[in-house]
């Protein structure tokens, strides 16, 4: 079955630290993966998948098969930054999405 | 970017009735999803919701208790039934953007139960 595990349910870091938010899955097929940001007061919206291989706000995101990882990484975290991070599965051809439980990120001044 | 709007906010609600969400999105969504987000907790899929047929639930979950409907391509309804206390959370409706592949949300229906 598919499962995605987030260990970190909180993460304090200083304003201009490296940040870094750990994900794991399993999935017997090729997954999706996504990480997707929830701001105060906004509804969730993703980040960044892995497929797009790109950098959004400074983070980036390497998928990991042999790990079966997705971890979530930041060079120098900003305040604004602060926000629950989901990492997400999406599994048989996008017909289904899982979540993990999440970490709240909290980027100190 | 596609668009969900979804209603009502938040309501509270007395145990042992049924509150029914709404869901509205654009044309660029293709598949629809219900999840529930609980108090502290990840969001658990509940189900995806099928265009003119029934919806397709996710283990845990079940038609008399969540039954969900999908008449046209933009629309979608939760109802909850028959609600308890152990109901109250966040409801999110979300939906698969065509070509893209993005999981759009609504901004959640926040249920208490009394």
């Known amino acids: 079955a598919q499962r995605v595990t987030q260990p970190e349910k909180l993460l304090s870091v200083f304003k201009g630290a490296p940040v870094e938010l750990k994900c794991n899955y399993s999935y017997s097929g090729s997954p999706e993966l996504f990480w997707y940001v929830q701001y105060s007061r906004q509804r969730l919206q993703l980040l960044l998948r892995h497929i797009s291989r790109e950098s959004i706000k400074g983070f980036t995101a390497d998928l990991n098969k042999g790990e079966t990882s997705f971890h979530l990484k930041k060079p120098f975290a900003q305040e604004e930054d602060s926000a629950m991070y989901y990492c997400?599965?999406?599994?048989?051809?996008?017909?289904?999405?899982?979540f993990g439980s999440g970490t709240k990120l909290n980027v100190k001044p | 970017s596609a668009v969900i709007s979804q209603k009502p906010s938040r309501d509270i609600c007395q145990r042992g009735t049924s509150l029914t969400i709404q869901c509205q999105v654009d044309?660029?969504?293709?598949?629809m999803f219900w999840y529930r987000q609980q108090p502290g907790q990840s969001l658990t899929l509940i189900a995806t919701a099928n265009q003119g047929s029934e919806a397709t639930y996710e283990s845990g979950f079940v038609i008399d208790k969540f039954p969900i409907s999908r008449p046209n391509l933009t629309f979608s309804t939760l109802t909850v039934s028959n609600m308890s206390p152990e109901d109250s959370s966040i409801y999110l409706c979300s939906g698969l953007q065509r070509n893209t592949g993005e999981l759009f949300f609504g901004e959640g229906s926040r249920l208490t139960v009394l």
């Open positions: 997400a599965l999406s599994a048989h051809n996008f017909n289904k999405f899982y």
């Open positions: 044309s660029q969504v293709t598949m």
